[in-house]
T-cell receptor, first 113, second 113 residues
């Protein structure tokens, strides 16, 4: 079964600074990978996903993620953070032959002025 | 625009009560999911359904049941609510196919007293 680890529980970043959130997955073959964001009091919104092809994936709100098979990672990045990026971020992994996703525990991002 | 709605944003129930959480999607999706979200644990799958009247247990089905009588509606039932079921409950839906993007509702925050 697949699983996800998000090593950072909480990250604080200054507005305008860059952001990188780590995600490591465990799966035997090429996984399907997702990043979701949850703003306070809201459901989850898809930021981006990787199924195959180009390992650098562009998403909404200026986010990108890079799939690195050798490191079993799918880290999320944003070059310049806005105050509205304060939220909880979840990485998820799925398999091509399975409906289900496995989610990480989440990383909470705080943006300071 | 895709839409998943949940019947309540907040619920307060007493121990032993029967609780119904309703979820409706308007995307004609085959798959529907119920998750529980707790701090530090991420999202854990309770049950999912891949077709009307079909269901499968997720990772934490104990104390819960589900019903899917119509394609667009997926209900989560707590037969006898307990305080350890106090949590945020998230519903999601996806189209057929392995690890398709899941679309989430806004969540129901349940407090069991």
């Amino acid at each position: 079964a697949q699983s996800v680890t998000q090593p950072d529980i909480h990250i604080t970043v200054s507005e305008g600074a860059s952001l990188e959130l780590r995600c490591n997955y465990s799966y035997g073959a090429t996984p399907y990978l997702f990043w979701y964001v949850q703003s306070p009091g809201q459901g989850l919104q898809l930021l981006l996903k990787y199924f195959s092809g180009d390992t650098l994936v562009q998403g909404i709100k200026g986010f990108e993620a890079e799939f690195k098979r050798s490191q079993s990672s799918f880290n999320l990045r944003k070059p310049s953070v806005h105050w509205s990026d304060a939220a909880e971020y979840f990485c998820a992994v799925g398999a091509p032959d399975d409906y289900k996703l496995s989610f990480g525990a989440g990383t909470t991002v705080t943006v300071r002025a | 625009d895709v839409k998943v709605t949940q019947s309540s944003r907040y619920l307060v129930k007493r121990t032993g009560e029967k609780v119904f959480l309703e979820c409706v999607q308007d995307m004609d999706h085959e798959n529907m999911f119920w998750y529980r979200q707790d701090p530090g644990l991420g999202l854990r799958l309770i049950y999912f359904s891949y077709d009307v009247k079909m269901k499968e247990k997720g990772d934490i089905p104990e104390g819960y049941s589900v019903s899917r009588e119509k394609k667009e509606r997926f209900s989560l039932i707590l037969e006898s609510a307990s305080t350890n079921q106090t949590s945020m409950y998230l519903c999601a839906s996806s189209s057929v196919g392995g690890a398709s993007t899941q679309y989430f509702g806004p969540g129901t925050r349940l407090l069991v007293l």
